[in-house]
């Protein structure tokens, strides 16, 4: 049987085992799309990240779940980009890849003596959810009087679409118990949709959000530990719905992934204006080892 070697790198981490695993294929250029899938799938983590040649950027990422190819992924991009320097395969500074849902921008530079990579997003959309609010809460196991009133839930998307849920308490997090196969029957605009909880109680003082992440059943995977792409829209969440008045540029500190020992963090800078916000994300990375797969 055909074998290939996949990276692991573990996003907006510097400790292996923690943040959030990616799967990472160098040369991507060589698998069809079934095949893609399928050593995704053998892999097991929710992104496995193909770096494949570009017509239009310095290169290009296809992005896999176990279950289908999806737009865009925050996690698995900060590991493909890791893994390209690691390999000596990535020398500038300032690049741009090519994604399903745009050619993005890419920075990387070393604070700390770590790799920090920003990661332009596409421009933030919102849509409203109409759904029922106790449906909604209790496909993550909570009440309806669990989740916050005073701010919107709504379908956001900086490159991929979710739904943002506000709860009150940080405590809510750790009773919360998805039940992944009502999330289409519940999110009747988008049934495709992951869910994302957020909360503004934290763990450490130093953050301003926190949030766990519930993959679409058709993922065929559970939890993003730690979600790039859903804290850009957190960031631009934030200055629509809950601080217009938020000056701009600021950074702002996702916390994510400590209810399943993942912990990990997304520096989301919001920059422009309210109607025409500017969303990228920075975090680092680290090699844990290369997985062999045979499919």
Partial sequence: MPKVYVKHIDAFSSIPEKGNPAGVVLNGEGYTEEQMLAIASAVGFN?????????IADFRIRYFTPGHEINLCGHATMGAVYALRMNGLLKQSAFTIETNAGVLPIHICEEDHQLLIT??????????????????????????????????IVYGSTG????????????????????????????????????????FEVRDDENDMHARHFSSPYSDTIEDAVTGTASGVMGAYYKTFVNKDTKLPTTLIVEQGHEINKDGRVYVHVRGELDQLDISISGT?????DIEIEF
């Fill in 47 to 55: 992104e496995t990240a193909f770096v494949v040649s570009s017509d």
């Fill in 119 to 152: 990661m332009q997003h596409a421009k933030p959309k919102f849509q409203s959810f109409s759904g029922s609010r106790s449906n909604l809460a209790a496909s993550i196991g909570l009440r309806e009087e669990d989740l916050h009133v005073k701010y919107p």
């Fill in 160 to 199: 991929v679409w979710t739904l943002i849920v506000p709860v009150k308490e940080l405590a809510s997090f750790g009773k919360m118990n998805p039940m992944t196969e009502n999330f289409p029957s519940v999110l009747k605009e988008m049934p495709k949709a992951s869910l994302h909880p957020i909360c």
């Fill in 285 to 289: 990375a680290v090699y844990v080892k």
